[in-house]
């Protein structure tokens, strides 16, 4: 493209018009008839046509425009020429001859017909740009491609006009053949084009009823152009503009035709498809916003206001189902007193709501006062004439509730109504169970979250190594439950450097259980620094818990301090299970359960009272076994419990095996039995075994 | 879940709180839930009777000592009875012989109150 600015343009337009206009008078006043000037003067306005064309191309802003704004332009377009004729035939009574091509005879209609041409080609210009954005509305493959074609053949039709100096009625005659071929072209476009009027299919009722009735106003306007302004002044002014003007005028003929003959096929059913309209929008605006909310409460509310928007009922709520009690109840309502949400009928299954439930489908009641059964509702709400109600049904086919609308005159609402209600209720329950989905998914995340950090944490508790004690071995496992327990044994040392041996349970499961379990080794491990008395540590320990953790949680625990040299033990057992105590040789192992309340049941009045330690003097080859109640309690696929004789069982004959062999029996015994249940409580064993004097074994890692 | 279920009548002025089944972390609420009504009524004399009762967990037993102060408090109390000998073992173990009177049956734990 030419890249002229703008501004030339603007200049060059009214030097060309005045020059056409003085060639004109000078033409007129000189009888003269040059086929130069003639043809010259149909370049320069051909020329002037197609800037024009270009600089409203550039100029003229259609998109900003409303539909309504873009026909009222066209109509001001289109009435303005008359009432420019109008206003010019006041003041001049221009003459021309009759044949065509016709010529001025007069100098007012010189003057006349150089003012109309002009004010033509600014009037058609922008209604070609109209009806062009009325075309493109809708744009598809060819539509660019037709256009083109339309304005090439016209300016084709027009310099053929011009040159052959005939006009565009289909003479059929060798002279005319050229005039006919691109005249028939053109109109072939023009019908092409004339079928591009998307734009008006959605129009709101009101505004396809506004333009049609305008539009024949506006289109009996147009037919007249050609008559009363084109063919006898614009003719003698320019025939490659008058044959443009020609064309256009078809052109607007021919699309204005089609538009309202299209309007007037739609009209009748304007309504119901406005209504289908509002209907889809709704249904996508509903989809959108349910699953944009997360919230039960605020989706109940909002599935009420939706469907009163959308249906315009007067009342609308939304019931939920409670298999439990197998009642429903008024969850969200809009227009409901409280003495009807207290009195409402519709909260069993029966009756109304049976048919229902039934068939799942809505059910529409147009006239409540016909029908002798619900008569009664009148009473319980006046203004419930008209009922509708939609069954929400979940995933799994199960009932969630049911949405209510009411309207206070009969017949308020139509068949299309019902579908509607039905298709907003299945939307309704699915996303009503999204979000108890989502928050039953949030849930386990954070259960299985906390899960893990429990895990961790215990872990972290545990020794990872065990001591080496003097003339001892020692052994121990700790089997971690599928719910994480409170399972903990550790290897403290006394003030007088003897060592011990603890183990404990924190009641419960879970996070807590393991963060009791943390601060629990941390208080013994500190006391037993400062302490030489287990009892006393344990006296300690007690009234630091009872203070600390809540009422309803407590540890048992079982503390043994050993005497390396010695082979001694003292043992204190708060509130834990027994230690089991197995002396070389045949006989059986003996329970050892000297007496002792837990910890944290109790202040320390109680506890410090009960609480006595047990000595035992082991010999050599004697072993002592202490575990957690998650050993005794380890059930198998029928639901036995392991106990505390199988424990004593396996505990028999163990002086002639290593505690590591031990260990290893007891494990492979308890695995064994549980076989593939899943352990519900975390389970630890820990063993002691005194080998006699002088005896050193190395430090075991586990 | 396994079974549990606790039933509720009154002696005169004893509640008698009777649970049966398995008492266990998903359970023990519904334990809960009775013992606190009962403290809402104001019935701070309670025998929880543990006939009919097959197992019960450390969260079974925390139960007793989220109430026990408060009633205590109101010069009332727990009385433990009905217990079988699995089942006594675990409060023994723990100690509970110390801080409840446990008794055979209801009829010897609701003297026990009327003896106070």
């Known amino acids: ?459 972290k508790l545990l020794p990872q190594t065990i001591p080496a004690i003097v003339n001892h071995q020692i052994d121990c496992f700790s089997l971690t439950a599928s719910e994480v327990g409170g399972d903990y044994y550790d290897f403290i040392q006394f003030a007088d450097d003897k060592p011990g041996v603890i183990i404990g349970d924190v009641s419960g499961k879970g996070t807590s259980a393991a963060f009791y379990m943390a601060e629990f080794k941390g208080v013994i491990q500190t006391l037993a620094r400062t302490h030489q008395d287990p009892v006393k540590m344990l006296s300690q320990a007690n009234k630091i818990f009872y203070r600390n953790i809540e009422r309803k949680t407590f540890i048992s625990s079982i503390v043994g301090k050993i005497n390396p040299e010695s082979g001694e033990i003292q043992i204190v057992r708060a509130g834990h299970t027994p230690a089991i105590y197995c002396k070389n040789g045949n006989a059986a192992p003996q329970i050892l359960e000297p007496a002792g309340l837990g910890i944290g049941l109790d202040n320390g009045r109680v506890f410090d009272k009960v609480l006595s330690p047990q000595l035992i003097k082991m010999q050599p080859g004697d072993m002592l076994l202490l575990y957690t109640d998650g050993l005794t309690e380890a059930r198998n696929a029928s639901g036995e419990e392991f106990g505390e004789e199988r424990v004593c069982n396996l505990a028999h004959h163990c002086s002639r095996m290593s505690v590591l062999e031990v260990r290893e029996k007891i494990m492979k015994e308890i695995l064994r039995f549980v076989g593939d249940t899943l352990l519900h409580d975390d389970l630890t064993i820990l063993l002691v075994k005194y080998d006699g004097p002088e005896t050193e074994k190395t430090k075991t890692k586990i | 879940m396994e079974k549990f279920e606790v039933i509720y009548s009154q002696e005169e002025d004893v509640a008698i709180v009777n649970i049966r089944g398995f008492l266990d972390a998903h359970t023990a609420p519904l334990f809960e839930q009775e013992l606190q009504k009962r403290v809402d009524e104001k019935k701070f004399k309670i025998v929880v009777d543990l006939e009919g009762l097959q197992y019960i967990s450390s969260a079974g037993l925390g139960v007793f000592m989220g109430f026990i102060e408060e009633i205590r408090g109101n010069g009332g109390d727990i009385k433990i009875c009905g217990a079988t000998p699995k089942v006594y073992r675990v409060f023994d173990l723990l100690g509970f012989p110390n801080l409840f009177e446990f008794a055979e049956n209801r009829m010897e734990a609701v003297v026990k109150f009327n003896n106070q």
């Open chain 1, 1 to 459: 493209m030419l890249k002229i600015p703008l501004k030339i343009l603007y200049f060059l337009l009214p030097v060309l018009f005045a020059i056409i206009f003085i060639v004109d008078i000078l033409l007129y006043y000189s009888q003269l008839e040059i086929l130069f000037i003639i043809t010259f003067r149909e370049i320069i306005i051909a020329v002037a046509l197609i800037i024009l064309f270009f600089v409203a191309g550039k100029r003229l802003h259609l998109e900003n425009l409303s539909l309504r704004q873009k026909l009222i332009r066209l109509s001001f377009l289109i009435l303005s020429n008359y009432v420019l004729v109008f206003i010019l035939n006041l003041f001049m009574s221009p003459e021309y001859t009759d044949e065509f091509p016709q010529h001025a005879i007069s100098l007012s209609a010189v003057i006349f017909s150089n003012i109309l041409g002009i004010f033509v080609i600014f009037t058609l210009i922008p209604v070609l740009f109209i009806f062009r954005d009325f075309i493109f509305y809708r744009q598809k493959r060819w539509t660019n491609l037709l256009f083109r074609l339309f304005l090439f053949f016209s300016i084709v039709t027009g310099i053929s006009v011009a040159v052959t100096r005939q006009p565009l009625n289909f003479q059929m005659t060798s002279q005319s053949f050229y005039n006919d071929l691109f005249f028939a072209i053109t109109i072939l476009l023009i019908l092409l084009l004339a079928l591009r009027n998307d734009w008006l299919t959605y129009l709101p009722r009101k505004e396809k009823m506004l333009f049609f009735f305008l539009g024949i106003l506006v289109y009996g306007a147009i037919l007249n152009l050609f008559d009363r302004v084109y063919s006898p002044y614009l003719t003698p002014y320019s025939l490659f503009l008058a044959a443009f003007g020609n064309i256009m005028w078809l052109f607007m003929v021919i699309y204005g035709g089609f538009t309202i003959v299209k309007l007037m096929f739609h009209l009748p059913t304007a309504k119901a498809f406005d209504r289908k309209i509002k209907e889809v929008n709704s249904l996508y605006d509903l989809s959108r916003i349910l699953n944009n909310e997360l919230d039960f409460r605020k989706l109940t509310r909002l599935i009420t206001q939706l469907i009163a928007r959308v249906l315009e009922s007067h009342s609308t709520w939304l019931e939920l189902y409670d298999p439990q009690e197998k009642k429903l109840s008024v969850i969200s309502q809009i227009n409901l007193t409280s003495t009807q949400i207290l009195t409402n009928p519709f909260h069993t299954l029966d009756g109304f709501n049976r048919e229902i439930l039934t068939n799942k489908r809505a059910i529409l009641i147009n006239d409540v006062a016909v029908l002798k059964e619900l008569r009664f509702l009148l009473n319980w709400k006046k203004d419930a004439r008209t009922i509708l109600a939609a069954p929400l049904f979940s995933n799994r086919d199960q009932l969630m509730g049911i949405l209510y609308a009411t309207k206070p005159h009969p017949f308020g609402f139509d068949v299309e109504d019902v579908s509607l209600l039905e298709g907003f209720a299945n939307q309704a329950a699915i996303a009503l169970e999204n979000t108890e989905l989502l928050k039953e998914s949030i849930e386990r995340e954070r259960l299985q979250q906390e899960l893990k950090i429990a895990r961790d944490v215990q872990l």
